[in-house]
């Protein structure tokens, strides 16, 4: 018998083919067919999001205020404050 020759070793044989295939079609189109932003292009962007970031994190920590939401689970900011209104009269 003929190393190689058993059905299962022709599958081994043709998987780990396939496998270097896609590898190398991969690479090649990495190279050749992606369009990669220049590093200003790049750099922009990154701002772009971290101002976006800044943003949101502060509408969310006003929001929070707002409404009072804080690890004690006990309303206070201006919620709490108009229920605590309420209660006084």
Do not use: C
């Not at 992606?34 to 790049?42: C, D, E, G, K, M």
């Not at 800044?54 to 409404?67: E, H, P, Q, Y």
């Amino acid at each position: 018998m003929v190393v190689g020759s058993s059905p299962t070793a022709r599958a081994k044989t043709k998987n780990m083919s396939q496998l270097t295939t896609y590898i190398k079609e991969s690479y090649n189109e990495l190279l050749q067919k992606v369009t990669w932003p220049s590093w200003s292009s790049l750099q922009e962007s990154s701002v772009l999001v971290f101002v976006a970031s800044l943003l949101i994190a502060g509408v969310v920590a006003a929001m929070d205020k707002t409404f009072g939401v804080n690890s004690e689970s006990k309303w206070q900011g201006v919620v709490g404050f108009l229920y605590d209104l309420n209660n006084l009269f």
